[in-house]
């Protein structure tokens, strides 16, 4: 078995993941992971589950956060395609 690095849990259904940096990282679930890993929105605090928005080396959970926050913020739609009518 092997213990998760955030909560201590020793599990044997656990998993590793390895970062860009070459760091491994032992989980017992996706959400001990988020915990360890997931970046916060440098507006809201909020852990940045999905594709966030990166302004200008800054991350943001959405396109509203980037925009309060400043920067190029009002440059970022956050719908995709056509506006309906």
Known sequence: MATCVTCGNDYWLAFEIKTVTGDTYTFDSFECAI???AP???QCDVRIV???VEVAGSFFCCANCA???GGLGDQIRDAV???PA
Do not use: A, D, M
């Open 35 to 37: 915990q360890k890993l």
């Open 40 to 42: 916060r929105c440098e």
């Open 81 to 83: 395609g056509s506006r």
């Open 67 to 69: 925009r309060v926050n």
């Open 50 to 52: 999905g594709h966030g």
